[in-house]
């Protein structure tokens, strides 16, 4: 079977760098996402890879390492806005099934 | 341009009625997925269509559920004889082709089953 692992809560002030860990375990591999969600709304992209190593848009990145099974989303300079819940989300099984984890509840204090 | 949308936004039915979800993908978009959320949890896959093949209907929890989809554009999520387990928000996404690099999201439509 396939099946993702994320950190349920994080905590952050104003200003910190978070990293939000995802590892996975699925029967074929092609690529990791990352989409956050505000309470209540839609969820949104927020950046993909499908190689390893480090994508980065803006204040987020986004790191992958295929060996490991494992991936993080880093978000730097941490605003109030970015306060919600941020999921990652593989595709696997040849393309065929989408998995996204249990998500991460961050919440930014002043 | 119209993004994803996703009618009625919100239902409210009884234990047992039948209820049809109606998704507006982006214009062009091949690939369109349905999912479920239930309150505090992640998004759940149900049904995944691509242009005219086949869809994949591994995601979805009974066969009181069932989807299509005209062509490339609007699919209908249909519940029967529905459960108060099925009360959640149903999240329609699409995007450019098959792949996960970005799937743009409707508003969702919030089910509550009496």
């Known amino acids: 079977g396939q099946s993702l692992e994320q950190p349920s809560e994080v905590t952050a002030v104003e200003g910190a760098i978070v990293q939000i860990n995802c590892t996975y375990q699925?029967?074929?591999?092609?690529?990791l996402s990352w989409y956050q969600q505000h309470d209540g709304g839609a969820p949104t992209f927020l950046s993909y890879?499908?190689?390893?190593g480090l994508e980065e848009t803006g204040r987020f990145s986004s790191f992958l390492s295929r060996s490991d099974s494992y991936g993080y989303l880093l978000l730097q300079e941490l605003q109030m806005k970015d306060s919600a819940s941020y999921f990652c989300?593989?595709?696997?099984?040849?393309?065929?099934?989408?998995?996204f984890g249990p998500g991460t509840r961050l919440s930014v204090l002043p | 341009g119209a993004g994803v949308s996703q009618s009625p936004s919100n239902k409210v039915t009884e234990k047992g009625k039948d209820v049809e979800l109606r998704c507006d993908p982006i214009s062009g978009h091949t690939a369109l997925y349905w999912y479920r959320q239930r309150l505090g949890q992640g998004l759940e896959f149900l049904i995944y269509f691509q242009g005219n093949s086949a869809p994949d209907k591994s995601g979805l929890p009974s066969d009181r559920f069932s989807a299509e989809r005209t062509g490339e554009s609007v699919s209908t999520l249909t519940i029967q004889r529905t459960q108060q387990e099925d009360s959640a928000v149903y999240l329609c996404a699409s995007s450019l082709a098959g792949g996960l690099e970005t799937q743009y999201f409707g508003p969702g439509t919030r089910l509550l089953v009496l």
């Open positions: 989300a593989v595709r696997d099984n040849y393309g065929q099934n989408f998995v």
């Open positions: 890879n499908a190689l390893d």
């Open positions: 699925t029967s074929g591999f092609y690529g």
